[in-house]
């Protein structure tokens, strides 16, 4: 669509799709660091393409005195400019690895999984290597995983310091053809790039959620919501 050809409007629509709520002015503004005035222009067009959908309430619905303000949020009309982008290209190059280097005690999904995680691996150990964090706890890892995952076509969505969820599978549709395949692959990748780059106190979980991808990261354990690392 020609309404998302304009980058801040671009990043203002990605915003409220990511927040997974309805979200005011101010907060869009505030997420894309520009004026409420340009953001309320922006988000005004996006809904007048019939990306978004606006309506006025109290966020969280409590009611207060004075003006209700606007919110905003997805209008579920689907979007034939992929944002972000799709990466076919980076399923296939995987199951063609999987085919090329499977063995007699693998089937094609054991192949398909393996390769996943030995590729995530990789990227994490290279992460690692290039940036030389030090010790990584759980929030510090997860931080460096959104900028990953922004670059091969996810939607990290920060719940908490030590949570994240994503809010799109970048494999879709294919993902719907053979869910347990890619929702597999997608788990073994996170999983080995999480043990590539050595964070601590952070895993890889499958949680499929309705219209969402299947995996999510969370504290591997209840101290690691508190702890953080040192360098």
């Known amino acids: 669509?020609?309404?998302?050809?304009?980058?801040?409007r671009r990043r203002m629509y990605v915003f409220v799709r990511r927040a997974g709520r309805p979200v005011t002015r101010d907060e869009a503004?505030?997420?894309?660091?520009?004026?409420?005035?340009?953001?309320?222009?922006?988000?005004?067009k996006l809904?007048?393409?019939?990306?978004?959908?606006?309506?006025?309430?109290?966020?969280?619905?409590?009611?207060?005195?004075?003006?209700?303000?606007?919110?905003?949020?997805?209008?579920?009309v689907t979007v034939q400019v992929s944002i972000p982008e799709r990466r076919h290209d980076f399923l296939a190059?995987?199951?063609?690895?999987?085919?090329?280097?499977?063995?007699?005690?693998?089937?094609?999904?054991q192949a398909a999984v393996?390769?996943?995680?030995?590729?995530?691996?990789?990227?994490?150990?290279?992460?690692?290597?290039a940036t030389r964090p030090g010790r990584l706890g759980a929030e510090r890892g997860l931080t460096i995983c959104e900028h990953m995952l922004e670059r091969y076509?996810?939607?990290?969505?920060?719940?908490?310091?030590?949570?994240?969820?994503?809010?799109?599978?970048?494999?879709?549709?294919?993902?719907?053809?053979?869910?347990?395949?890619?929702?597999?692959?997608?788990?073994?990748?996170?999983g080995g790039y999480l043990d590539g780059l050595r964070v601590t106190g952070l895993r890889a979980?499958?949680?499929?959620?309705?219209?969402?991808?299947c995996v999510a990261l969370s504290p591997a354990d209840t101290r690691a919501e508190a702890a953080d690392e040192s360098p």
């Open 205 to 213: 979980d499958l949680d499929p959620r309705p219209g969402e991808c």
């Open 29 to 44: 503004a505030a997420g894309v660091g520009i004026s409420r005035k340009l953001a309320a222009f922006h988000l005004d």
């Open 153 to 190: 076509g996810f939607e990290p969505a920060r719940l908490a310091p030590t949570r994240l969820r994503l809010r799109n599978c970048p494999f879709h549709p294919l993902a719907a053809r053979s869910p347990d395949l890619v929702c597999a692959m997608n788990h073994a990748f996170l």
């Open 93 to 109: 190059d995987l199951l063609m690895e999987a085919v090329q280097t499977g063995t007699r005690d693998e089937d094609g999904r």
């Open 114 to 129: 393996r390769v996943a995680r030995e590729r995530g691996h990789g990227l994490g150990t290279a992460e690692r290597e």
């Open 1 to 8: 669509m020609n309404v998302l050809g304009e980058e801040t």
């Open 47 to 76: 809904v007048d393409a019939g990306l978004l959908r606006a309506h006025y309430e109290h966020p969280g619905g409590l009611r207060k005195v004075g003006r209700q303000p606007k919110l905003y949020e997805p209008s579920g």
